[in-house]
């Protein structure tokens, strides 16, 4: 049997070893987390959530957890916008969609490739809407980043 390493293993068995960036040896997780209670919402509305934030946060994960919205179908596509720009960069690979029902969701294996995301300038974190019809209820969004 054969021993491999990740990246960061790698360059820590290195010699001289390499340095491994902060962020993902030792950095500290903070979490933003937000609820917004929907009167109605429709299909291209933006839901922004918590507080911003600062450049060079890493997203390592993220957790949307809704009441019966009372819709047929909702599809959520988590974004972060660039607050300097106004550009936003969704956060995973496909739209969540949430119908009839609670729900929790999470990254699944298409969002590996964006996941950790790290804001280039202070930025906010939105949720934008699609929905069949306008549904109503409790959104929660838990927002997990490292900042070191």
Known sequence: MATVRGVNATKLNNVPIDLVDIAEGHGRVRR?????????????DVIEMGSALPKGARIIDWTLTTT???????????????IDTGVAVAIQAAAVVVGDGAVR????????????????ADSQIQLLTSADDTVSGTIKLEVLYSVD
């Open 32 to 44: 933003m987390y937000d609820t917004y209670v929907a009167g109605i919402v429709a299909s291209g």
């Open 105 to 120: 969701l999470g990254p699944v294996a298409g969002d590996i490739a964006l996941l950790p995301y790290e804001t280039l």
């Open 68 to 82: 019966d919205l009372g819709g047929t179908a909702t599809a959520v596509i988590i974004q972060v916008k660039r």
